[in-house]
């Protein structure tokens, strides 16, 4: 992803926040399903039904909503069934059901993070976007954008680790606290599969000691696989990772500083630690499928369009503490000092080389498997 982009990436995201921070001074899994559905038109025509993926938890259901809501409150032949999961949960479902039949896709739109966005764009899972009906992309600059316009990048995450700070007696500083701390020997909870978190900062804070590089990696799954006794946990849902985290039973994970900072602000006893090699960036993009049926693209395309738009987004980074990518967004006002936020904070991250971590996920599902999990049985 970000051909050729990729080592700017940071960089140019961190312009982008600070126009942002110019402009607002001036002015994952258990899969739920719900719908939002209007009543028949007048006409009688036949329904546009589509499925729409959107996160579980954190609040990330709550701004795609109001807007799809209010969307088919203006369309009333227009259904929308929400799926909710996790990326890691629901992109193999998809790939599963592309290949059961291409032209019916289990979702036909929805929020995709980096790792799936990728993946989609190797397997031709995208539906190129259309600009004469997502007019709010021109808010997005041109780094942010997909190839072919399959798909936009509307946000940036941060992956750092978060902690319990009651139960903590020093902080967390580097991402080698993962795996070399004594404080956290048996308490690390990981990700299971989700490898940008993990051995993508070991490729880059230890990739040189230890042989390991995108090209290389089996000498990083070793090395975890050599600290094993490190890890406590391995979690699949954003609520079993919190629940774990404030019982205690897993001290640090890496994870979004956005999503925890929203535990945080709702009483968890919880910290996020910025790791002095920088932050994982980790963008988010919104996603059309492949299969679904020209109604189906279309009515998906406006609705993107309606949560690009700089009111949308402004509330989904209220609600989530997500930074996010249009210079006509402001940013909320109790974010203005988190430091996921600030353009030093970004401009220092880490970039997962994307577009290996998607060719190459299968080999190393296989290295994951063979060498860490069979330890940790």
Request: aromatic share 10%.
């Amino acid at each position: 992803m970000f051909k050729s982009k990729k080592n700017r990436f940071l960089s140019l995201a961190s312009l982008t926040l600070a126009a942002s921070l110019v402009l607002s001074a001036c002015g994952g899994a258990s899969n739920t399903s719900n719908s939002s559905e209007g009543t028949a038109s007048e006409s009688g025509g036949e329904k546009v039904k589509l499925t729409m993926f959107i996160w579980a938890g954190s609040n990330q259901d709550v701004v795609p909503k109001e807007v799809v809501a209010e969307y088919v409150k203006e369309h009333p032949n227009v259904e929308v069934t929400f799926e909710e999961s996790t990326n890691s949960v629901m992109y193999p479902k998809m790939v599963a059901g592309k290949q059961a039949n291409p032209d019916d896709p289990i979702v036909n739109f929805g929020y995709f993070n980096a790792d799936a966005t990728a993946k989609g764009l190797n397997d031709d899972m995208w539906e190129p976007l259309d600009p004469s009906i997502v007019t709010n992309i021109k808010d997005i600059p041109e780094q942010f954008h997909q190839p072919d316009n399959k798909g936009i990048v509307w946000g940036v995450s941060s992956f750092a680790l978060v902690y319990n700070k009651d139960l903590v007696q020093t902080p967390p500083t580097s991402w080698n606290d993962l795996w070399e701390n004594e404080q956290f020997k048996g308490k690390t909870a990981l990700w299971d599969y989700m490898f940008y978190s993990y051995i993508s900062p070991l490729i880059a804070v230890k990739g040189q000691e230890i042989g390991a590089s995108y090209d290389n990696p089996e000498p990083a799954f070793q090395y975890v696989a050599d600290h094993s006794d490190q890890i406590g946990t391995l979690v699949t849902s954003n609520d079993q990772l919190k629940a774990l985290l404030e019982s205690g039973d897993a001290l640090i994970a890496p994870f979004s500083a956005q999503v925890a900072q929203t535990w945080i602000d709702a009483g968890s006893p919880l910290a996020v630690a910025y790791p002095e090699e920088g932050a994982i960036s980790f963008p988010y993009s919104l996603q059309v499928v492949k299969g679904s049926t020209p109604e189906q693209t279309r009515v998906a395309n406006e609705i993107i369009n309606e949560l690009l738009k700089a009111e949308s987004l402004t509330s989904y980074a209220d609600a989530t503490g997500t930074p996010v990518t249009s210079t006509t967004a402001a940013v909320p006002d109790k974010y203005k000092d988190d430091p996921s936020f600030s353009v030093e904070t970004q401009s220092n991250g880490i970039n997962p080389d994307w577009d290996k971590l998607a060719q190459n996920s299968s080999a190393w599902k296989e290295l994951w498997d063979r060498l860490v999990k069979t330890k940790l049985q």
